[in-house]
């Protein structure tokens, strides 16, 4: 749905960082009460029916969306037990790709972040190579071996896609 919102142009309203203009301002104000408006029905619209009643009570944006962040994706103690538990049992599936991979890491990172618990870089890292195949057994001795200001989720990522690239073209040249 943030995509969607940023794409009408209507995030920033959402979000609180842009606010109405001066009252002077007559077409900007009119601008900015069309995309508020925007972003409030883009929302009600997205949401499943079943879930409208939760902000069926305002037709303001911002509101809307905190009401559904709270129904949704409450800070609480059990969210954020459940979501580094999440983070410290990801694994890579069969097949995946290590983008993929990395991009659920990431995610789970992103929400404990907001939440207030932020994973550092060291276990980030640490999670990237701990459940990989063992065809990256060779890449992960290596990536073992750097010193402690090259061992980044980053650079660690951008070695597993080179290294999964070169498998998938040396299976290729065995076929």
Known sequence: MKMLLMERNCWRIVTGTETKPEDENYKALRDFNSRKDKAYSTIYLNVSKAY??????????????KCLEEHFRP???????????DFFSCRINPQEQIGIYAARIRSIVDQLKDAGKPISEWYQAFQ????LPAEFNGIVQYIYRWDDNEFKFDKILQELIAEESRL???????N
């Open 52 to 65: 409208r009643c939760v902000i069926d009570d305002t037709e303001d944006p911002v509101a809307a969306w």
């Open 75 to 85: 800070n609480s103690r059990a969210r954020v037990i459940g979501l580094t538990a």
């Open 128 to 131: 990237l190579i701990r459940f």
């Open 168 to 174: 998938k073209q040396s299976i290729k040249d065995q």
